[in-house]
């Protein structure tokens, strides 16, 4: 089971410091809507929040979703998701938003509340008619409508801006990451150094979702973590791919793909070979599949202008490409934990293309200054001919005489000669 899901807070009270924006909810809910005495006394203020719905914006892993959650079961309301695609086929919207409160109450909940999980995804694929249909939900719904965005202060957004309270979640401390870090390691029962937990939120800077994938990384098999151990995946280099494919792949944001290319340990040209190799691992459908390969294409193009023009500049777009351009693919279907990336074949076969094209060198040269014929002669013509005598049986002859002549040994070029 994944970490993040299990170590989710359930409550209002497990999540970490974002009191402001417990505060804005609870008070927006309370006054609008049917809550718990309880619950509105703890954590509602007098005063109501005056906005058709409430949009949480902030940077990935600290906590908008989970907060929404968390509302949902402190307040018994039964918590309904939509997504970009809900919205644009409209069928799913209507059944939710239409459907009475008096067949809720069958299952126990007291109401429903809509949330729309990162609606400045709706952007990326030129969809605006799901931004108005969004929109048009917030002003007819009669149920709390939440929306979560890591960032809606593109103008694009001001519509949606307008009719909600935004409320912006604070980012994450070090010293916050490695305290949620160290209470899993406990539960767990790892033992982590602190240093460890330091480094991990280090890197991962204020992504608690990030960081708590990380820990369940390093101790998958082991129930030990420090420093050193850190110290030495980041050294290896192959580890160290792994990781920057695992941020592209499950980044849920273009530019949270792209920002791996900005690091100054990033080796594009070594990128570019491993993501060529990882997408079918990654992708099963055909059509992610087309997509990813269309835009690792254009950057191949892209890097074949620039290694000719020298315009270095014009790099960063092929960079974008195959960061973001693979990441970001229409319909991207959830993807598993832990995916298990292949050392890139090609790497080997190169090695291997190598060999092979220094032996058939080696053939040429031999023949052609054993006949007196020109190396082109031998290429286009005289190997067809000694592998048409090969395949008509008279391999003896020809395979055990090159063979002494040029110190390879027969299978090698009976191999040369007869692909
Ligand atoms: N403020 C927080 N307090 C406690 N845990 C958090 C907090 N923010 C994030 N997490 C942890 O990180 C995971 C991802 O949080 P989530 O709410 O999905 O982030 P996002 O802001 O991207 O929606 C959660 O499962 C939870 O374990
Ligand atoms: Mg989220």
Known sequence: ??????????????????????????????????????????????????????????????????????????????????????????????QTVGRGIREVSLFGYVGRMILFDEVDGLHAREDAGGLEAVIEIIETAKIPVVMTANNPYDSKFRPLREISHVVNLRELSEKEVVAVLMKICKTERAQCEEEALAAIAKSTAGDLRAAINDLQMYLTGDRVLTLDKIRRDERNPQMSMFKVLDKVYKARWFSEAVKVSSSPSFDWEQYFTWVLETIPTVYKDLELLAEAYDNLSKADMFIGVVKKTQEWELLRYA?????????????????????????????????????????????????????????????????????????????????????????????????????
Not at 12 to 29: G, H, P, R, T, Y
């Open 1 to 94: 089971m994944l970490w993040v899901e299990k170590y989710r807070p359930k409550s209002f009270d497990e999540v970490v410091n974002q009191e402001e924006a417990k505060e804005v909810l609870a008070s927006w809910i309370c006054h609008k809507f049917k809550a718990p005495r309880e619950f509105c006394s703890k954590w509602a203020k007098k005063r109501s929040v005056e906005a058709k719905a409430i949009l949480l914006a902030g940077p990935p892993g600290t906590g908008k979703t989970t907060l929404v959650h968390a509302l949902a079961r402190e307040i018994n309301y039964e918590l309904i998701e939509l997504n970009a695609s809900d919205v644009r086929t409209g069928e799913r919207v209507k």
């Open 319 to 419: 960079l974008e490409l195959v960061t973001g351009g693979v990441s970001q693919v229409r319909n991207k279907p959830r993807l598993p934990p832990f995916i298990k990336y292949g050392f890139p074949q090609r790497f080997l076969t190169m090695s291997r293309l190598r060999e092979v094209r220094k032996r058939r060198e080696l053939l040429a040269r031999y023949l052609s200054t054993s006949l007196h014929v020109s190396r082109s002669v031998v290429n286009t013509e005289l190997v067809y001919v000694l592998s048409a005598l090969v395949k008509m049986g008279q391999e003896k002859i020809v395979l055990d005489k090159l063979s002494k002549a040029l110190g390879v040994n027969t299978l090698d070029i009976r191999d040369l000669l007869t692909k």
